[in-house]
């Protein structure tokens, strides 16, 4: 997000307002997609553009600095201090001012962490290793922009001392570049193969970017031979157009790669996705692009008319701040509401980002260009840097809001060997089945078998605090999203069918008391598992001469994360009460399948628990156990916490153990 430093005395170096221009079409791009991405699909290609400007203006600085002697590294990083630093410092201040009053324990403790990264400009490498840039929980990650900040800024740090110790050697500053910019590229085509996401936020599958603006640069500012490239290729496009006065003929190049440049961009806006394997060989549609107009030159008629207008150059100049604002405002109010925006709200903020944007370009950034406080801003990028990270360090200071002390928002951990892809399994990265299958059972004389998903090894902790009062072992096998449905061909899981295949297989050789089946059976509302083949199931166990087969129904599913459900409703209300119960948005389905569930064990000779007489009534279900003072029921959306856990199982033991 660089620009050109007014400050630096440059002798071929000129203001070019239609980069402001295309600054404008690339922050327009960016905010767009941010703010509508089924509109405006591609728009993170704004981020390409911004890459090959920057590129393109640091190295014309660098370059030239060194051609007339006049370039000091100290200088240099003085200047992009002054530059970047009082901009983003004061967003990330703010971030963490607001985060304090408004975002949960895990929630601040994550931006503290992103604040840490930013002001030590490694979000890139932080973000590399959660998720991918379009994965839908970077949509409450405040500071998730920082990454291409962050990538330009290791380039500052690189880039000048190669281009000086090049210069030094007489090397051919092109030739360098060229070299250098070939290699990232040829790196980021073979990793967009293998790990999209290293490709995305890896500064090595991205150098290439920056490194053709750098070319350009290398290009333009060889002046002599650039007029005469620029001759030459004028006299054979008159040859070949029939005698044309060679300016002519350029003249009608330029105007030509410009148009050029300006489909690609619009292009790549509109049929570049986030299922294209991104940036790979698309970002060539951009980066050229870029170059095409930034090489035609200021005066072809797009660069002159469109993109040098007044309200694009504007635009421009508040380009670096505007990107700043934009997504922690969109990224906070959907933490605070805690679902998607609609669309009047998403247009009212980024309105508000352009307002904060113009703000910070006229009291903050030009003032401090100008000052001599690039030391005190590097002392406060420091500070900055180590409160975030204190922040992290203390979980976010929970003690934040007394009245929430009862509701853990830490998250459900299931804690032990069966966590640990032993008992429960996450087979999403191909680990072998029941690798260590003695550790899920306890040899007892009497033996529960707990089978089911995510949502059956969230009763563990119960059923553990259960063994310690009642005479019997537990054995435990769950499967993330497979639930517990013999004969079931899931195309997306294929390993499903092998883990009830082998369950029952273990069921045989083991013959426990009692088999509990449970899952997330409001999934099967409307019809994402075939639930009518848990009889399958039944019949399966019963053939084996199991005792007893026990369904347990559905519990509470809030639809959203049931901690934020809490917060917003404490923010919400003016003496900051926490209602007792709520009614889950998925209630209607969840009675659907009790009621199916129920259906369905009587016929096939199964007992049946309704889990949803114990949570709920006509009030809604409780979000908190103990008298509305307790810990809360679901440590996520819909998983039962520990305390959850424990407590529903002991609500139910009489039913598991008399009869």
């Given at each position: ?12 170096i000129?203001?070019?307002?239609d ?5 404008a ?7 767009g ?54 901009a983003?410092?004061?967003v990330?201040?703010?971030l ?25 400009f ?14 839908n929980?970077?949509g ?19 880039w000048?001392?190669l ?34 996401v ?13 490194m ?8 333009i ?6 007029i ?58 951009p ?24 309200v ?20 906070l ?43 005190p ?25 007394p ?33 260590n ?8 004389k ?50 499903c069918k092998?883990?009830?295949?082998r ?14 089946l ?11 598992y ?22 347990l ?7 959203e ?34 009621q ?24 809604g ?39």
């Amino acid at each position: 997000m660089a620009i050109s430093d007014k400050s630096v005395p440059l002798t071929l170096i000129k203001y070019r307002s239609d980069i402001d221009g295309l600054r404008a079409i690339a922050i327009l791009s960016v905010v767009g997609f941010h703010a509508f991405p089924s509109w405006v699909t591609g728009g993170f290609i704004g981020v390409d553009i911004f890459f090959v400007i920057s590129g393109f203006l640091i190295s014309t600085i660098i370059i030239d600095g060194l051609k007339h002697d006049t370039f000091s590294f100290f200088g240099f990083y003085c200047r992009r201090i002054k530059r970047i630093f009082p901009a983003l410092l004061l967003v990330l201040i703010t971030l963490l001012i607001l985060g304090w009053f408004i975002l949960l324990a895990d929630d601040y403790s994550l931006l503290g962490k992103h604040v840490a990264g930013g002001a030590g400009f490694i979000s890139n490498f932080l973000l590399w290793n959660e998720s991918g840039y379009f994965d839908n929980a970077v949509g409450t990650k405040p500071l998730l922009h920082l990454w291409s900040l962050c990538i330009e800024e290791q380039f500052y740090i690189f880039w000048p001392l190669l281009l000086w110790i090049a210069s030094k050697r007489r090397l051919s500053l092109l030739k360098f570049a060229v070299m250098l910019g070939l290699f990232s590229f040829v790196l980021n085509a073979v990793k967009i193969q293998s790990d999209k996401v290293a490709a995305f936020y890896s500064p090595q599958t991205r150098f290439w970017e920056l490194m053709v603006g750098a070319g350009l640069a290398c290009i333009i500012l060889n002046k002599q031979k650039f007029i005469n490239l620029k001759y030459r290729f004028g006299a054979w496009l008159s040859d070949v157009g029939g005698g044309q006065e060679p300016e002519i003929a350029l003249k009608i190049l330029v105007e030509v790669l410009s148009a050029v440049g300006a489909v690609l961009l619009v292009t790549s806006v509109y049929i570049i996705s986030e299922k294209n394997l991104f940036p790979g060989w698309w970002a060539l549609l951009p980066v050229l692009g870029t170059v095409l107009i930034i090489s035609s030159g200021q005066e072809t008629y797009l660069n002159r008319k469109f993109l040098s207008n007044r309200v694009l150059v504007w635009l421009g100049l508040i380009s670096y701040p505007l990107y700043l604002w934009h997504w922690p405002l969109l990224s906070l109010a959907r933490i605070a509401e805690g679902h998607e925006l609609n669309a009047v709200i998403r247009i009212a903020i980024v309105l508000l980002s352009a307002v904060l944007a113009w703000l910070t370009y006229k009291v903050i950034e030009n003032p401090l260009r100008a000052s001599n406080f690039a030391f005190p801003l590097l002392c406060v990028m420091v500070f900055t840097g180590w409160l975030g990270f204190h922040i992290y360090g203390k979980k976010g200071f929970p003690g934040r809001f007394p009245e929430l002390k009862s509701i853990d928002v830490t998250g459900y951990e299931f804690g032990g060997e069966w966590k640990m892809h032993t008992c429960y399994l996450q087979l999403d990265k191909g680990d072998k089945l029941f690798p260590n299958r003695s550790k899920c059972i306890e040899q007892h004389k009497h033996i529960i078998f707990l089978w089911g998903d995510s949502f059956a090894a969230a009763l563990y902790p119960g059923l553990n605090s259960l063994e310690r009062s009642r005479d019997f072992g537990i054995a435990f096998f769950a499967a993330n999203s497979c639930p517990p449905l013999l004969g079931w061909d899931n195309p997306s899981r294929p390993f499903c069918k092998e883990i009830n295949d082998r369950n029952l297989k273990t069921i045989k050789e083991i013959m426990p008391d009692i088999v509990l089946l449970h899952a997330n059976w409001t999934a099967t509302i409307p019809n994402s598992y075939p639930i009518e083949m848990l009889a399958n199931t039944i019949i399966g166990l019963k053939k084996l001469g199991v005792p007893r087969v026990i369904i347990l129904g559905p519990v509470p599913v809030w639809g959203e994360k049931l901690s934020e459900i809490l917060f917003s409703r404490f923010k919400a209300d003016p003496f900051h009460r926490i209602p007792e119960r709520i009614k889950p948005n998925q209630e209607r389905s969840m009675i659907s399948a009790s009621q199916l569930l129920e259906v369905i064990a009587k016929k096939a000779g199964a007992e049946y628990i309704q889990s949803y007489d114990y949570f709920c009534n006509d009030e809604g279900c409780l979000d908190r156990i103990g008298d509305g003072k307790g810990s809360i029921v679901s440590a996520d959306n819909a998983h039962l916490s520990v305390f959850a856990s424990e407590w529903f199982l002991k609500q139910i033991q009489n039913k598991l153990f008399e009869r």
